[in-house]
């Protein structure tokens, strides 16, 4: 298995356990900063990982799928899309945002990995 294949799945995992810190943190609000941290090391861990499936293919290197093109890009955006959209309400409402930006991640790094692998 790949490094590529292997930071998908920790995308997947790390993005689960964001939603549901997020949704924690809306019986818990002294978990809100921690949260916000978590989200953005989901989008972070997204985005190396992005980066280095645009090595791999400028390297020669093709997924199983050509549909694993969008989803792999599809996965680095729900975070940052969710922390846009979420500027403006209250800190507690800001998780429902959240939860929903790690709910797409995972769904996306799914499908990522199931039309990456060769």
């Known amino acids: 298995?790949?490094?590529h294949?292997?930071?998908g799945i920790a995308v997947i995992v790390v993005s689960l356990i964001g939603g549901v810190l997020?949704?924690?943190a809306r019986s818990r609000p002294d978990l809100?900063?921690?949260?916000?941290v978590f989200v953005r090391l989901c989008a972070a861990t997204a985005g190396?990982?992005?980066v280095i499936g645009l090595i791999m293919l400028?390297?020669?290197?093709r997924p199983a799928e050509a549909i694993h093109f969008f989803y792999g890009a599809a996965t680095v955006v729900p975070i940052p899309a969710a922390e846009?959209?979420?500027?403006?309400?209250r800190p507690r409402d800001e998780m429902l945002y959240l939860?929903?930006?790690?709910?797409a991640m995972v769904l996306f790094g799914i499908r990522a990995v199931t039309t990456g692998n060769s």
């Not at 809100?32 to 916000?36: D, E, H, L, M, W």
């Not at 400028?58 to 290197?61: E, S, V």
């Not at 846009?84 to 309400?89: E, F, G, I, K, N």
């Open 84 to 89: 846009l959209l979420a500027r403006r309400v």
């Open 1 to 3: 298995m790949s490094v």
């Open 32 to 36: 809100i900063p921690t949260v916000r």
């Open 99 to 103: 939860l929903a930006g790690a709910a």
């Open 22 to 24: 997020a949704l924690v």
């Open 58 to 61: 400028a390297t020669g290197q």
């Open 48 to 50: 190396v990982e992005a």
């Open 5 to 7: 294949a292997r930071l």
